[in-house]
């Protein structure tokens, strides 16, 4: 059995044009964020995994949980189920287009 992954990348040349507040994920569904300093990941529904280049420790969240990114390196978000998020970069709402 085959498992479709769908990437989205949002880096700093994109976030000026993304304005949607949330977007809905599929099941296995990845979003990679470039340097995620100070982004916040909110997980309105379902559930999602983050991880970060060079670091061991991998965040889980539910929904009504959330993540603020303490560091520079490339985070991969993986949606567990199918789901809801909403990345706000340092107090603005962005989203893949």
Do not use: F, Y
Request: a positive charge; one cysteine or more; aromatic letters at 2%.
């Amino acid at each position: 059995m085959s498992t479709t992954h769908t990437t989205e990348r949002l880096d700093g040349r994109a976030r000026h044009r993304l304005n949607r507040p949330a977007m809905a994920l599929q099941k296995n569904a990845l979003l990679s964020i470039a340097r995620p300093l100070g982004c916040r990941i909110d997980c309105i529904a379902g559930s999602l995994w983050i991880t970060r280049d060079g670091d061991p420790h991998d965040t889980l969240l539910s929904a009504g949980e959330h993540h603020v990114a303490q560091g520079r390196p490339r985070l991969i978000v993986q949606a567990l189920e199918a789901g809801v998020v909403r990345i706000v970069s340092r107090g603005v709402p962005v989203s893949a287009s």
